[in-house]
Nanobody, 124 residues
Framework: QVQLVESGGGLVQPGGSLRLSCAAS????????IGWFRQAPGKEREGVSC????????YYADSVKGRFTISRDNAKNTVYLQMNSLKPEDTAIYVC?????????????????WGQGTQVTVSS
């Protein structure tokens, strides 16, 4: 079975850091672009970041540039999202998804495999 499983979410204070993991099973993650998306209550799902299948091109939403870093470890079949300087507005469910390539505008259309999500809460 093809599956993506997110982990690493939790409660963190503003200014703190978290590292989210997106672990793949049933397929080789290195063959796919992996995007991170988030959805907060009352808001539409938005693209956060994406790393290309070539591992040379990355994309970030303007709201997270300079604070978040996406990376992959092909040996572990895992993609990471390092989140620093977290803000309350980063609070959301974070989901990873696999696609043939990244969209520069981080749109979600075409992603066929999605994880179940991990909750990130930034609060004092």
């Amino acid at each position: 079975q093809v599956q993506l499983v997110e982990s690493g979410g939790g409660l963190v204070q503003p200014g703190g850091s978290l590292r989210l993991s997106c672990a793949a099973s049933g397929f080789r993650l290195r063959d796919y672009a992996i995007g991170w998306f988030r959805q907060a209550p009352g808001k539409e799902r938005e693209g956060v970041s994406c790393i290309s299948e070539s591992d040379t091109v990355t994309y970030y939403a303007d709201s997270v540039k300079g604070r978040f870093t996406i990376s992959r470890d092909n040996a572990k079949n895992t993609v990471y999202l390092q989140m620093n300087s977290l803000k309350p507005e980063d609070t959301a469910i974070y989901v990873c998804a696999a696609h043939i390539h990244c969209y520069s505008d981080l749109k979600a259309h075409g992603y066929g495999t999605w994880g179940q999500g991990t909750q990130v809460t930034v609060s004092s």
